[in-house]
Nanobody
């Protein structure tokens, strides 16, 4: 079992920045691929950024150049640095931990943190 707790959301003006943090507990953090998902009102939850256990990253095309995902395995924490925020970045951001062992897929979610980009 992995418990995930997000923080860092809030209200920010367009062009502003936020840094989201997700602290994991309960298992070996470093073996998990970690991701940030976003769910806008009335829409599905979409993957925004992912960082593999080995450190490789991938980001949604619309956030490339603005968002950065990173992890600190010593602190069991994954971060999402969000710069040049736009109103369309608004949504609830969820942290996800995922790994596959044999034929079993393990997937854990945090409770989410609200990000609102508005003037």
């Amino acid at each position: 079992q992995v418990q995930l707790v997000e923080s860092g959301g809030g209200l920010v003006q367009p062009g502003g920045s936020l840094r989201l943090s997700c602290v994991a507990s309960g298992s070996i953090f470093s073996i998990y691929d970690m991701g940030w998902y976003r769910q806008a009102p009335g829409k599905q939850r979409d993957l925004v950024a992912v960082i593999a256990s080995g450190g490789r990253t991938n980001l949604l095309y619309s956030v490339k150049g603005r968002f950065t995902i990173s992890r600190d395995n010593a602190k069991n924490t994954v971060y999402l640095q969000m710069n040049s925020l736009k109103p369309e970045d608004t949504g609830v951001y969820y942290c996800n931990a995922h790994r596959v062992s044999g034929v079993t897929s393990y997937n854990y979610w945090g409770q989410g943190t609200q990000v609102t980009v508005s003037s």
